[in-house]
């Protein structure tokens, strides 16, 4: 980890040479890796003390952090991860709370909340993070970054720990849009059908717009007005199959019976002290019955379809990354699981349908950075981010 750790991003383990490549794109710029994924030298702690005591040093790298290092960058630590990367609130009750260096007063965000703070409080380039449920993209909005939920299995995540294998993404943060490109370049193949970049249909769903608080619309507008700009008008849509209530349900048994079945018969066998909200929900978990996750198979099914459709290779939706800025340090764990709760019916949509999310930070709130959103087709990840680059360069 870095001497100097103002943030407390990085998990606190002696410091360990990693080699990477003198040159290569990515070359001058450094690194933090989420808890989550192998490094050579270190343990692999999934941000609980007896997963980290049973881990032993790893031999080798995982392979997305090995491609990073080939590029050129240069490794700078491991970040705190919230414990089994089940919480969005960046509060690990093991290894504590990293600083959002964009807001102080307020969370950074889980599960990837060390990487996120890393970031934010400048202390690397970029940052290797998870989105299970939201990981990369609610500490995105929350700590002022770029942020992307690629393609479900477009990254490899070959090293790293599970939590919900079919809802598993591997993404990645940085402060500017050109450092972001540059990190795609090396972790994203070229798309297979590329967004047509002059002609690209915005989207914007209404039903999704219409979950904000009016002042939380309203502190979005003009960054609306700067992606307009570049990208064209929007047109009026609706996501939701169904309603809110089936898409957030259907996500959140297949994401607890794959999380049960991840971790459970660790947690059984060893009973490991769970911090506060990650407890409950494994214990909900443990409960999620074969017909709940058989409707929602289906149902994803359908959703993917039905999404798949409304986008056809032209259309990218424009919606908001979260219900709103980051909750402050000091919100009860009862208004915390609220706030994920009502965040989880906008991010699952990326959830279920297994297409990129990319966030942007082009808005605030109360002196509190806010995230904007572009959701593309399944494997147009890079042409998301080339979209993105257009709206940045007026204001650059």
Not at 61 to 75: E, I, S, Y
Not at 105 to 120: E, K, L, N, P, Q
Not at 271 to 277: D, F, Q, W, Y
């Amino acid at each position: 980890m870095p001497l100097h750790d103002p943030a407390h991003a990085f998990v606190p383990y002696p410091d360990v040479p990693v080699a990477h490549a003198a040159t290569g794109p990515l070359a001058g710029l450094c690194f933090g890796v989420k808890d989550l994924f192998d490094v050579e030298g270190y343990p692999t702690g999934g941000g609980n003390p007896l997963v980290l005591a049973q881990s032993g040093i790893k031999s080798g790298n995982a392979p997305t952090v090995q491609r990073l290092l080939d590029a050129g960058a240069r490794f700078v630590g491991k970040t705190v991860t919230d414990e089994f990367a089940f919480s969005m609130n960046g509060n690990n009750a093991h290894f504590g709370a990293p600083l959002n260096g964009a807001a102080p007063d307020r969370i950074t965000g889980g599960s990837s909340s060390g990487s996120a703070s890393a970031v934010s409080s400048r202390l690397c380039d970029f940052a290797l993070g998870t989105d299970t449920g939201g990981s990369v993209r609610a500490p995105a909005n929350h700590c002022g970054l770029y942020g992307l939920r690629p393609t479900h299995g477009r990254i490899s995540l070959a090293g790293a720990l599970d939590l919900a294998p079919s809802q598993d993404t591997c993404g990645w943060f940085a402060r500017e849009v050109t450092t972001f490109a540059q990190v795609a370049d090396v972790l994203l193949e070229p798309d297979a059908a590329p967004l047509p970049a002059a002609a690209v249909r915005l989207l914007r769903p209404r039903d999704v717009w219409g979950l904000l608080d009016g002042n939380v619309s309203g502190a979005l507008a003009k960054a609306c007005v700067q992606v307009e700009a570049a990208l064209g008008a929007t047109a009026d849509t609706v996501v939701a199959l169904e309603s809110f209530d089936a898409m957030y349900w259907s996500f959140r048994y297949l994401q607890g019976r794959e999380a049960w079945t991840t971790d459970g018969p660790f947690i059984e066998r060893f009973a490991p002290p769970l911090g506060p909200g990650v407890a409950e929900r494994f214990a909900w978990s443990s409960t999620v019955t074969d017909a709940q996750v058989a409707q929602a198979q289906a149902f994803r099914t359908t959703f993917r379809t039905h999404l798949a459709a409304l986008l056809g290779s032209d259309g990218v939706l424009l919606m908001p990354t979260m219900p709103d800025i980051a909750p402050l340090r000091s919100a009860a764990e009862a208004s915390l699981e609220d706030y994920r709760n009502r965040a989880i019916q906008m991010l699952c949509i990326a959830g279920l349908s297994g297409f990129p999310q990319l966030s942007m930070p082009l808005a605030s709130r109360d002196g509190a950075p806010l995230g904007l959103s572009l959701l593309g087709p399944a494997g147009s990840d890079r042409s998301l981010i080339a979209l993105a680059e257009r709206v940045a360069a007026p204001w650059s």
